[in-house]
């Protein structure tokens, strides 16, 4: 399996290894657009894979900080006493360049970046630019793209 980003779209395309499409899903990249830096906050481009998988098995809705899971559930009451937080939540696909110069290695690395694809708050907007560089997505719809991939998978994260 693998998966397209469309950043123009914001959308992910699942596809298999032949290329038939198994799905389509809504995603928020970031309100800053695209870019590779370092500290941009901004959606890189490219080839990518899967390096990591990680929550297999948690509740929908578990809150992770620091790709661990803490414990909590999401709720609008906690999220409430933290306004501003950016909720990791359900399941994070850790994505690692695969293009040296571009998107790995060096002040372009989207692995040291800590870029994912990871579930949010269902009450934050889909299909409109809105995070801070990782690939956001509804917890059913992350659940569910988390059990066709394993680490390796490739995604191809585009403007177009």
């Known amino acids: 399996m693998r998966v397209a980003i469309s950043l123009a779209n914001q959308k992910l ?4 290894d032949e ?9 928020s990249t970031s309100k800053l657009g695209a870019g590779e830096f370092n500290g941009s906050g901004r959606t ?6 899967v390096r990591a998988c990680i929550g297999k098995g948690l509740p929908k809705n578990t809150i992770l900080v620091g ?3 803490t414990g909590k559930v999401y709720s609008p009451e906690l999220a409430m006493q933290s306004p501003e937080k950016d909720f990791i939540l359900s399941r994070i696909l850790w994505l690692s360049g695969l293009e040296p110069g571009k998107n790995r290695m060096g002040q372009v690395d989207t692995m040291r970046r800590y870029i994912y694809i990871h579930g949010t708050p269902d009450s934050e907007p889909m299909g409109i630019p809105a995070s801070h560089g990782c690939i956001r997505m509804r917890n059913d719809d992350v659940i569910a793209l988390f059990d066709y991939l394993v680490p390796g998978s490739l995604v191809d994260i585009q403007e177009a």
């Open 19 to 27: 290329g038939q499409v198994v799905s389509h899903y809504p995603v």
């Open 13 to 16: 395309t699942l596809f298999t």
């Open 67 to 69: 790709r661990r899971p």
């Open 44 to 49: 890189p481009r490219g080839l990518h894979e």
